[in-house]
């Protein structure tokens, strides 16, 4: 029997994120609904091999308010973990079906939570995309009030829905909790300029050469932390309507590829960097989320790289290592 009295919705639940997050509820024995587009779950399969099969799985559109309703109506959640969206490379060819998935989209959960009572908490994902590059803030950290300067169309998109949810807390009184994440890394990241700190792990693992997109500087963050901090949020019963950042390691991404050697030294050599930094700003305060969830994990780059490769592994092993976005990239 779950040990937990909550019920979370989990929109995206069938993306790298949503995977690890649905793991961590099911590690802690919180009953969950999954949402998505896309019946298929392969990620979450992924990581947690034999999952139970009773958990509900919902498909639909997430910018479609009725159905979105009717799930929460007929499931009754108490909290939603909100993940699901379009990245940058889909958001930038096509930015109205980007608005209408990421910005739509989380106005009808917040709508959800409006017009029905079941929902006490949203956590959502914002991200680090709404912050603006380093030269911006004049070597100064980024606190989680600091202005925003998105660059890119994904980024707008995040900082109307941290709008949103200020509004809908202001007027309406729905409690939610917004997070940046920056670049998350770990098994079944396999989407999205980011997603390369991932792909050059598997890489490295499989003996292949691999260029990564970028250079300089990132904040890298292990998935299984990002994962925990949405879950702890969800829990918190807390009356909120507040973003944060969430920091990760600050490290030059050669040191990244120095870190993944010394673990894997027969890859030295085949992972390379090119470009230049991604323009978004790596040096932010997280302190006030630290304040208000003491118990958050922090995996360093080591453990989480030595992790990751452990997963890679265990797939290889099994027959089931997908090499499309490494063929793909």
Known sequence: MPKSKDRILVTGASGFLG????????????????????????????????????IPVETGDISDLDTVLDVVRRHKPNAVIHLAALQIPFCRPNPMNGARVNVLGTLAVFEAARQLESIRQI????????????????????????PLAPATHYGVFKQANEGAARIYFQDHGISSIGLRPWTVYGLGRDQG?????????????????????????????????????????????????????????????????????????????????????????????????????????RTSIAQGIEQTLADFRRLQQEGRLSTHDLENS
């Open 19 to 54: 995977a690890w997050v649905v793991r961590e509820l099911i590690r802690r024995e919180v009953p969950c609904v999954l949402f998505d587009r896309d019946p298929e779950l392969r990620r979450l399969d992924d990581l947690v091999p034999g999952r139970p099969d009773h």
């Open 123 to 146: 956590v959502y994902a914002s991200s680090a995309a709404v912050i603006g590059p380093e030269e911006y803030y004049q070597g100064k950290t980024v606190t989680d009030d600091s």
């Open 193 to 297: 300029v980011t997603s390369d700190a991932t792909r050059a792990i598997k890489a490295a693992l499989l003996g292949r050469p691999y260029t990564l997109r970028y250079s300089g500087r990132n904040a890298l963050q292990y998935a299984r932390d990002v994962a925990a901090a949405f879950v702890l949020c969800a829990l918190d019963s807390r009356q909120v309507g507040k973003t944060f950042n969430l920091r990760g390691d600050v490290i030059e991404m050669a040191d990244f590829i120095r870190t993944l050697e010394e673990l894997l030294p027969q890859s030295k050599g085949l992972i390379q960097l090119s470009g230049g930094p991604i323009p978004v700003a790596c040096d932010l305060d997280d302190a006030e989320l630290r304040r208000f969830l003491p118990a958050l994990p």
